[in-house]
């Protein structure tokens, strides 16, 4: 199984797993952060999603 990014689908040796789901791995924080408003509805967040998530991904897609 190759191992890259889920941001950027580099493949570096020093990529961090996703604390919340394990599933995804990313090669920087600021990555992650990036992308965490799409990766919350497939994580297993320790809070619950709310209405501001949603709202976020909402903008997210229409600025993209």
């Given at each position: 199984?190759?191992?890259?990014?889920?941001?950027?689908?580099?493949?570096?040796?020093?990529?961090k797993r996703c604390s919340g789901?394990?599933?995804?791995?990313?090669?920087?924080?600021s990555y992650q952060k990036s992308?965490?408003?799409q990766h919350i509805f497939a994580?297993?967040?320790?809070?619950?999603?709310?209405?501001?998530?949603?709202?976020?991904?909402?903008?997210?897609?229409?600025?993209?």
């Amino acid at each position: 199984m190759v191992r890259e990014c889920n941001a950027c689908r580099e493949e570096p040796s020093d990529l961090k797993r996703c604390s919340g789901c394990h599933k995804v791995w990313y090669c920087s924080v600021s990555y992650q952060k990036s992308v965490w408003v799409q990766h919350i509805f497939a994580c297993k967040p320790r809070r619950p999603i709310t209405t501001a998530d949603h709202l976020a991904l909402a903008v997210r897609n229409n600025l993209s």
